[in-house]
DNA sequence: AGCAGAGGCGGACCGTTGGTCCGGTACGTA
DNA sequence: TACGTACCGGACCAACGGTCCGCCTCTGCT
């Protein structure tokens, strides 16, 4: 790129998922390419776009964008963690109900409402991300399903959380929600409410006790 | 479209996927693409057999897949509805508790208790099939949507059936099983109890009314 | 049985895509 | 300023999904 010296703003290779010692140009066309694909994948809906269409609106080579994220499957990892790191951070040492402190029940309930509202706020995003083929194996909201094992453990250690996780996770998967808001027209409300009382189903008797005594109803 | 005025054969358009107007090779080499493209599928993994190599596997030029089965969503279609028959048979017209005759209740457990056995057992296939990008619209399954709304509309009429079927649909689907079953080695009859809770959570207070009174428990 | 026509069959063909490679270039450092 | 190096770019490749059209086979009629 002829970039008319790259830009001499330091703060443009902050969003330190580059390491240090990336070199100046390099940060700039990560960052580019980032925005790219983000505007491309949301506009022209997922499938439709190609990589090198992604390097074409960046304005960088297809060799360069393959350099930096590996494949497809990396790109779009790079996107969806970029969307995820608030929320994870949130959750991780934010406020209760949704960071630690809380009771499990209003943590559960709070992690899944704003797990909700992010997807529906990302919805074209993960769609496209979620639903590339090569994704066989690699799943992205890996760290999603951890958390929510943890949170489901501690409400109740004698329910199988590693099952209740995944099963929980996939109710509120991108096409669920795609579906359900944009062909039928649910609110996200609902969407809420709903994954809310799935989840309250997993420990049948707990979950009523900690509903009642956690006052865990919003 | 050479088709002059709808052909006065009558069953050429009933059963629509082997019709009987079919001529004889056509419908050989259907079962013989069909019976490929399955094999193929399982063993190679999903996304990693390409119609070039179904067409060979089956033993006919890859113009008469196409043909026949439109495009790839097609042929998935073909397989996926193939397994999903004998399902949807017992549901409408076979003996209860998945049969019509039971109560709602039992008629969900036994449902999704179905359901999962049989992901399971055509797991690669579903896996396959599912994954398959174009599929961004067109949702295989639908039709298992449909029956599981009417169930929970049935169970409980005041609770969002729409929402609540998207949802069971996403918390078993073809991934989630998959993860479970192959990388933590969870049973099935654990996956079944689980959707099963869940489902439970739906209809906070009726659940628990129907699970005692229609002794849905099992 | 023989014939004629409809329809299926095959595989060459096309445009596009994900992914690779290497010569040239700009960066960061001594 | 001069150098080594890492990065950039876009030409390149193989493979794929899907289309097309001429040939051949099956089927229904005489």
């Known amino acids: 790129m002829t970039n008319p010296a790259a830009d001499p703003d330091p703060d443009r290779c902050l969003p330190l998922v580059g390491g240090r010692g990336e070199r100046g140009d390099a940060a700039a066309n990560r960052e580019r390419v980032l925005c790219a694909a983000r505007r491309l994948f949301v506009a022209n809906g997922p499938a439709a776009v190609s990589m090198d269409a992604v390097a074409a609106a960046a304005g960088v080579g297809k060799g360069t964008v393959f350099r930096r994220f590996g ?3 990396g790109l779009c990892a790079a996107l969806l963690d970029e969307g995820m790191r608030g929320f994870q951070e949130a959750f991780l040492s934010g406020p209760p109900p949704l960071g630690p402190g809380a009771p499990a ?3 559960l309930d709070a992690f899944l409402t704003e797990l909700v509202a992010l997807l529906d706020r990302e919805l074209d ?3 496209a991300i979620d639903q590339w ?3 066989g194996d690699a799943r992205p909201l890996g760290s999603l399903a951890l958390h929510l094992r ?3 453990t501690e409400l109740d250690p004698s329910l199988d959380a590693e099952v209740g996780a995944e099963m929980l996770l996939g109710a509120v998967n991108a096409g669920v929600i795609a579906r359900l ?3 039928r027209g649910v609110r996200v409300s609902e969407l809420q409410d709903s994954i809310r009382r799935l989840a309250r189903g997993l420990s049948p008797e707990t979950v009523s006790r900690h509903s009642a ?3 865990a109803r919003q």
């Open 71 to 73: 494949d497809r499957a």
């Open 105 to 107: 029940g209003q943590r």
């Open 125 to 127: 995003l993960v769609l």
């Open 133 to 135: 083929p090569r994704g």
């Open 150 to 152: 943890v949170l489901l």
């Open 181 to 183: 808001r944009r062909q």
């Open 213 to 215: 005594a956690d006052g």
